[in-house]
């Protein structure tokens, strides 16, 4: 049994004691020490059957701390690693993070590098994880010499990372945000400019003065749509989130006339090399003190109350939730 927030679609979610099974083939138990609270927690909570696709469920799509079992066959991790795990069907298709225990698919974990502590993992989260993958999957089309880059909601999990990676590769950033209030920690993060997201919410013209070089997108719907329309020739822009909407209002002409790129993030299903590549430079390229600006961190009982707060665009940067307490 282990201490859990646990979700069901008819009762309202409740710290309980779960039933946690032994992992079988594949799968290792963590103690988990952090977890954190992202945009999709929230959408859990809310009963939101693409998300909390099992039920009941415990929320979390991260889980950070040390492997005390494993399933047969499993020689990815040993036991007494300290790890992380992003995405991977955790608080989805399978119980997550919010637990003082999790069993996870053994092949989606990343041995944390020393200098990692289990705190710092989880304010970076998936939500970094996802911020991490844009810049991986951007640089290999936008260089810092190719112009200002932009990224949209700004003030959300993955875009106060991105900010902060970014800078540091030395891009100029300008971040999107409908939060002025946040402009001072924007800039600190490391955005040279930042601009009103009133301003590109509302669906433009299929094509707009050649503004950004790149950008990093986690909004989707019109913003999207504007973005891509004021993309430079052989720009790019990943796409990881839908915030304002699913659908996509744009046409083939950014593509067609400017080689704009439209690259795809998906950080639940990324192999394993890729997520132990994007941990390793997430080590090497985040500031741990820059993220420290920008997190909070809350027990179990209060994290309920903050993934509405998500839902509802109110929270700033990163939450973490502690398992300790």
Not at 1 to 21: F, H, K, W
Not at 263 to 269: K, M, R, T
Request: with cysteine; proline share 5%; glycine share 12%.
């Amino acid at each position: 049994m282990t201490r859990a927030v646990l979700v069901s679609r008819s009762t309202p979610p409740a710290i309980t004691q779960v039933d946690l099974p032994d992992p079988t083939e594949g799968e290792a138990c963590v103690d988990v020490t952090y977890s954190s609270v992202n945009y999709k927690d929230g959408l859990a909570l809310a009963g939101n059957p693409g998300v909390a696709r099992i039920d009941p469920l415990v929320p979390g799509i991260d889980v950070v701390g040390t492997v005390s079992a494993l399933g047969p066959g499993v020689h990815d991790v040993a036991i007494g690693d300290r790890v992380v795990c992003n995405g991977a069907g955790l608080g989805e298709t399978r119980h997550g993070g919010w637990a003082e225990h999790a069993v996870v698919p053994s092949g989606s974990l990343v041995v944390l590098p020393d200098t990692v502590e289990d705190s710092f993992a989880a304010a970076i989260g998936t939500a970094g994880f996802t911020a991490m993958l844009s810049v991986l999957a951007l640089e290999r089309t936008v260089s810092p010499e190719d112009g200002s880059v932009l990224v949209t909601g700004a003030s959300g999990g993955v875009g106060t990372v991105a900010i902060a990676l970014l800078a540091a590769r030395g891009y100029r950033v300008t971040a999107s945000t409908g939060r002025r209030a946040n402009e001072a920690s924007l800039r600190a993060l490391g955005a040279s400019d930042v601009v009103d997201r009133a301003a590109i919410a509302e669906l433009g013209k299929p094509m707009q003065r050649a503004t950004w070089a790149g950008a990093v997108d986690s909004v989707g719907g019109a913003t999207l749509a504007n973005v891509l329309a004021a993309t430079k020739w052989g720009g790019a822009v990943t796409a990881c989130g839908l915030a304002q909407d699913s659908a996509l209002p744009t046409s083939v002409m950014p593509f067609i006339l400017r080689a704009v790129s439209l690259l795809g993030i998906n950080s639940v299903e990324a192999p394993l090399p890729l997520r132990q590549r994007a941990w390793e430079r997430l080590a090497t390229d985040l500031d741990p003190a820059l993220l420290a600006d920008v997190t909070r961190t809350v027990d179990l009982e209060h994290a309920v109350a903050v993934g509405a707060e998500v839902i509802a665009g109110r929270v700033h940067g990163r939450t973490v939730v502690d398992l300790r307490r």
